[in-house]
């Protein structure tokens, strides 16, 4: 191993890059992730570019399009570094003003500021405000510092010198002992130890063996590969770089979702980039190691991100997976030794090489160390994506992160870990999130789907549709799997259009058991754990839908009927004009009528009432804060 | 209705760009499908003729990952997300509205060819569901009510 040289090389080409960097420049950091993009962030960055030249600034200060920050639900945000300033929900026209103020000025905006709701005060820096406090951003925070086309940003912020630092000076073995230290733990699923993973393939014979990233990221309702894929794509490559020296493997496969067109193109764009650098290819910043790294669109299959069927995809067959005595470590990918770990179990490789095991370890509880990144989505204030240390409470990440369910609802339950998670009610909302945690409730880690459900969403609906999911994406190898899903299914509909019969939760439990048991990869193993966590935790919402015909949440669109109560209404119209069937009639001023005929049960007139004038028949609960 | 009209150049030139030592004939599939927005049969020949595998190895790609389809696809692609964020914010309604709007059932062409409906399971901008894309451009928090403005935007002269 030619020493020396890999920090040499690393250190020329970040003198290169610091030379043109001014710690106390000012930069404008602009969320353009999925949702800020979706909310005009990109007319955004175009008003500063054009505002900063108007105002003769353009040479004084850098304007960056990052990917997400994290406070989706407050986007486009806007971040002044270096003080930090934080600007919500901006908008092309508050450009003039934010350039003015604050850049030209050393003033702030105001208006702009987030407003602490708890308090009603008005906050400044990005820091204190209460989404961000609690977290602990080590994977995620770096996102809006990097433009992610530009491997300067990266290598601005130390990227790639935990790889010097491990081709300079540690053996495989040692990188694999440090991984062991550090405690991590798979981030994709099941929570494997890593180590472990890299040991056996490292153990293996013969010159040809893979890294694999899963960036497949199928659980339905969460995008934490995506951001930072999208974000950071050095983290990820780096994170593979130094896993295929550790195993002795001098080729790697990033698998990308097909639904994320943005995040292969960063991908694309870093890779051809650190091949430039002399980061990826042969000689590896002048070392011995040589590593090639490829790119693989995925075909849009859920149970392709199962570990063999992602494999035999990019062998080009079908994804299906093979029984789980095979283990990857020794017949891979091209039936090699191969390590497969998921995007954030990669990302977190170089830190813990850089910042060392002893560090990282302090971080999370006893069995899961370091943190977990969560996408918070669903009935919650603060949608967004989340990193926080493992341990945090279910009730932290709901009301003092996301801010609590909006609307005035009351809180029904989180779910976690996808089609393969299951639900947890309110009264285990302080059980401290790890691995271990989760999965005593009936639920799982997975990679990091958090969807918080309030008292509108029915349970036995719920369950009826990650099931309809599971259906759907079965690859139909393993009879277990392919018509025992349809069965469950089946009963769920019947039980959610007023069919269910005496009987026919205890059958449901029985065919639960029997596919969890005997399907053959985990996508039929794991599918019955919404069903099985909604019959343990919300029973008698299963027994109203069979004993009285009625769905209490009033979500069941067979079992509900909306109806407009007399009294209330004061023929405002509001819910006539929202009505997209024109089911509504009535006089100006005068109590209107729904033609239940007509009726979709959208829920659309329920939404637009500001009266409570619009009833669902069947429910239970009334809201307070609409009355 | 399709044979006449497909130009094998642009089949050839992503067999060109092919390397089958480095997997990715699925990556190939997509490329080809992006050339003419679907897989017709001829370019799917020409595929195991140059590659030497058989041509049902080949459909049974096609056929087994969704993002594929063997048929012509309409003008504009309409994907609604049923991924659980969309989900509990009531992106069922909204499928079923659109459905009714165009008289297709998701995973069809209308009559017109203006329109293909299809679903998709969450494209990750969750945050800001309910969302659906129109030939990949993200449309957010959508509601039953927006609908005919929506489609009226891809109404075409
Ligand atoms: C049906 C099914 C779908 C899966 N989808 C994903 C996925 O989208 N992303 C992922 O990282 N792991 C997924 N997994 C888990 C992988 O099989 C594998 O355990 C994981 O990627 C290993 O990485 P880790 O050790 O870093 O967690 C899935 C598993 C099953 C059974
Ligand atoms: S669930 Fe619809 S975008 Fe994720």
């Given at each position: 191993?030619?020493?020396?040289?890999?920090?040499?090389?690393?250190?020329e080409?970040g003198?290169?890059?610091?030379?043109?960097?001014?710690?106390?420049?000012?930069?404008?950091?602009?969320?353009?992730?999925?949702?800020?993009?979706?909310?005009?962030?990109g007319?955004?960055?175009?008003?500063?570019?054009?505002?900063?030249?108007?105002?003769?600034?353009?040479?004084?200060?850098?304007?960056?399009?990052?990917?997400?920050?994290?406070?989706c639900?407050?986007?486009?945000?806007?971040?002044?570094?270096?003080?930090?300033?934080?600007?919500?929900q901006?908008t092309?026209?508050?450009?003039?003003?934010?350039?003015?103020?604050?850049?030209?000025?050393?003033?702030?905006?105001?208006?702009?500021?987030?407003?602490?709701?708890?308090?009603?005060?008005?906050?400044?820096h990005?820091?204190?405000?209460?989404?961000?406090?609690?977290?602990?951003?080590?994977l995620?925070?770096n996102?809006?510092?990097?433009?992610?086309?530009?491997?300067?940003?990266?290598?601005?912020?130390?990227?790639?010198?935990?790889?010097a630092?491990?081709?300079?000076?540690?053996?495989?073995?040692?990188v694999?002992?440090?991984?062991?230290?550090?405690?991590?733990?798979?981030?994709?699923?099941a929570?494997?130890?890593?180590w472990?993973?890299?040991?056996?393939?490292?153990?293996?014979?013969?010159?040809?063996?893979y890294?694999?990233?899963?960036?497949?990221?199928?659980?339905?309702?969460?995008?934490?590969?995506?951001?930072?894929?999208e974000?950071?794509?050095?983290s990820?490559?780096?994170?593979?770089l130094?896993?295929?020296?550790?195993?002795?493997?001098?080729e790697?496969?990033?698998?990308?979702?097909?639904?994320?067109?943005?995040?292969?193109?960063?991908?694309?764009?870093?890779?051809?980039?650190?091949?430039e650098?002399?980061?990826?290819?042969?000689?590896?910043?002048?070392?011995?190691?040589?590593?090639?790294?490829?790119?693989?669109?995925?075909?849009?299959?859920f149970?392709?991100?199962?570990?063999?069927?992602?494999v035999?995809?990019?062998?080009?067959?079908?994804?299906?997976?093979?029984?789980?005595?095979?283990?990857?470590a020794?017949?891979?990918?091209?039936?090699?030794?191969?390590?497969?770990?998921?995007?954030?179990?990669?990302?977190?490789v170089p830190?813990?090489?850089?910042?060392?095991?002893?560090?990282?370890?302090?971080?999370?509880?006893?069995t899961?160390?370091?943190?977990?990144?969560f996408?918070?989505?669903?009935?919650?204030?603060?949608?967004?994506?989340?990193?926080v240390?493992?341990?945090?409470?279910?009730?932290?990440?709901?009301?003092?992160?996301?801010?609590?369910?909006?609307?005035?609802?009351?809180?029904?339950?989180?779910?976690?870990?996808?089609?393969?998670?299951?639900?947890?009610?309110?009264?285990?909302?302080?059980?401290?999130?790890?691995?271990?945690?989760?999965?005593?409730?009936?639920?799982?880690?997975?990679?990091?789907?958090?969807?918080?459900?309030?008292?509108?969403?029915?349970?036995?609906?719920?369950?009826?549709?990650?099931?309809?999911?599971?259906k759907?994406e079965?690859?139909?190898?393993?009879?277990?799997?392919?018509?025992?899903?349809?069965?469950?299914l089946?009963m769920?509909?019947?039980?959610?259009e007023?069919?269910?019969?005496?009987?026919?939760?205890?059958?449901?439990?029985?065919?639960?058991?029997?596919?969890a048991?005997?399907?053959?990869?985990?996508?039929?193993?794991?599918a019955?754990?919404?069903?099985?966590?909604?019959?343990?935790?919300?029973r008698?919402?299963?027994?109203?839908?069979?004993r009285?015909?009625?769905?209490?949440?009033?979500?069941?669109?067979?079992?509900i009927?909306?109806?407009?109560?007399?009294?209330?209404?004061?023929?405002?119209?509001?819910?006539?004009?929202?009505?997209?069937?024109?089911?509504?009639?009535?006089?100006?001023?005068?109590?209107?009528?729904?033609d239940?005929d007509?009726?979709?049960?959208?829920?659309?007139?329920?939404?637009?009432?500001?009266?409570?004038?619009?009833?669902?028949?069947?429910?239970?609960?009334?809201?307070?804060?609409?009355? | 209705?399709?044979?006449?009209?497909?130009?094998?150049?642009?089949?050839d030139?992503?067999?060109?760009?092919y390397?089958?030592?480095?997997?990715?004939?699925?990556?190939?599939?997509?490329?080809?499908?992006?050339?003419?927005?679907?897989?017709?049969?001829?370019?799917?020949?020409?595929?195991?003729?140059?590659t030497?595998?058989?041509i049902?190895?080949?459909?049974?790609?096609?056929?087994?990952?969704?993002?594929?389809?063997?048929?012509?696809?309409?003008?504009?692609?309409?994907?609604?997300?049923?991924?659980?964020?969309?989900?509990?914010?009531?992106?069922?309604?909204?499928?079923?509205?659109?459905?009714?709007?165009?008289?297709?059932r998701?995973?069809?062409t209308?009559?017109?060819?203006?329109f293909?409906?299809?679903?998709?399971?969450?494209?990750?901008?969750?945050?800001?569901?309910?969302?659906?894309?129109?030939?990949?451009?993200?449309?957010?928090?959508?509601?039953?009510?927006?609908?005919?403005?929506l489609?009226?935007r891809?109404?075409?002269?």
């Open positions: 191993m030619s020493t020396v040289a890999s920090s040499t090389r690393l250190e080409l003198r290169s890059v610091l030379l043109h960097r001014d710690p106390t420049r000012v930069v404008v950091s602009v969320c353009n992730g999925p949702s800020c993009a979706a909310s005009g962030a007319q955004v960055i175009a008003a500063f570019r054009r505002e900063l030249k108007r105002a003769g600034l353009a040479d004084a200060v850098d304007v960056k399009g990052t990917c997400c920050h994290g406070f639900a407050r986007g486009p945000l806007v971040v002044v570094h270096p003080e930090r300033t934080f600007y919500r901006v092309e026209k508050d450009v003039p003003e934010i350039v003015d103020t604050t850049l030209a000025g050393k003033g702030v905006v105001d208006r702009l500021l987030y407003i602490d709701p708890a308090t009603g005060e008005k906050i400044v990005e820091y204190d405000v209460p989404f961000y406090k609690r977290q602990l951003r080590i995620s925070g996102n809006e510092l990097i433009d992610p086309v530009k491997i300067e940003d990266y290598i601005a912020l130390g990227g790639y010198s935990a790889t630092a491990v081709l300079d000076g540690m053996t495989p073995q040692q694999i002992d440090e991984l062991k230290r550090a405690g991590l733990r798979g981030r994709g699923g929570g494997f130890p890593t472990r993973k890299w040991q056996a393939c490292h153990d293996e014979p013969g010159p040809q063996k890294v694999i990233c899963n960036a497949d990221e199928g659980d339905p309702g969460a995008f934490m590969d995506r951001t930072l894929l974000g950071n794509p050095h990820i490559i780096e994170g593979m130094i896993g295929g020296y550790a195993v002795g493997a001098r790697g496969y990033l698998y990308v979702r097909n639904e994320y067109p943005l995040a292969l193109q960063h991908a694309a764009i870093a890779v051809r980039q650190a091949e650098l002399g980061l990826l290819g042969e000689h590896v910043l002048g070392s011995d190691y040589s590593f090639r790294l490829h790119l693989i669109r995925g075909g849009g299959a149970v392709c991100g199962e570990s063999t069927a992602l035999a995809s990019i062998e080009g067959r079908p994804g299906e997976p093979r029984a789980k005595h095979v283990h990857l020794e017949n891979g990918l091209w039936d090699r030794p191969t390590v497969l770990n998921n995007v954030k179990t990669w990302a977190n830190i813990i090489m850089g910042r060392g095991a002893g560090w990282y370890s302090q971080i999370g509880t006893e899961s160390k370091g943190t977990m990144i996408s918070l989505v669903g009935k919650i204030v603060n949608t967004g994506l989340v990193e240390p493992m341990g945090i409470t279910l009730r932290e990440m709901v009301y003092d992160i996301g801010g609590g369910i909006p609307n005035g609802r009351r809180f029904k339950a989180v779910q976690t870990g996808g089609p393969s998670g299951g639900v947890i009610p309110e009264e285990y909302l302080d059980v401290p999130v790890d691995y271990e945690q989760l999965s005593r409730l009936g639920s799982m880690m997975g990679s990091g789907g958090m969807i918080v459900m309030d008292e509108d969403t029915c349970m036995v609906d719920i369950a009826k549709y990650f099931l309809s999911f599971c759907f079965s690859c139909g190898k393993c009879t277990a799997c392919r018509e025992g899903i349809k069965r469950m089946q769920l509909t019947d039980i959610s007023g069919r269910g019969r005496e009987g026919d939760l205890e059958r449901l439990e029985t065919l639960a058991n029997v596919v048991d005997a399907s053959l990869c985990g996508l039929g193993q794991s019955p754990n919404p069903v099985l966590t909604t019959l343990r935790y919300f008698s919402e299963y027994e109203a839908h069979i009285e015909k009625r769905c209490p949440a009033g979500a069941c669109r067979a079992l009927s909306y109806e407009i109560v007399a009294d209330k209404c004061n023929g405002c119209g509001v819910c006539r004009r929202e009505c997209p069937e024109g089911a509504i009639g009535g006089e100006r001023r005068v109590a209107h009528v729904i239940a007509k009726c979709i049960k959208c829920g659309a007139c329920y939404q637009a009432c500001r009266f409570d004038a619009v009833r669902i028949g069947g429910r239970d609960h009334v809201h307070a804060s609409c009355s | 209705m399709t044979t006449a009209a497909i130009d094998l150049a642009k089949t030139a992503a067999l060109a760009a390397d089958s030592a480095e997997g990715g004939l699925v990556g190939l599939l997509q490329d080809i499908q992006a050339e003419y927005s679907y897989l017709p049969r001829e370019a799917l020949e020409r595929v195991a003729q140059r030497g595998l058989p049902s190895r080949i459909y049974s790609l096609a056929t087994f990952f969704k993002a594929f389809s063997l048929e012509p696809r309409g003008r504009h692609v309409i994907s609604v997300c049923l991924g659980t964020a969309c989900h509990v914010r009531g992106a069922g309604v909204i499928l079923e509205k659109i459905e009714r709007e165009l008289g297709v998701a995973g069809h209308t009559r017109d060819g203006r293909t409906l299809e679903v998709v399971n969450c494209v990750g901008d969750c945050a800001v569901s309910p969302v659906c894309l129109v030939d990949g451009e993200i449309y957010a928090k959508i509601s039953v009510t927006k609908v005919d403005t489609l009226k891809y109404e075409e002269p």
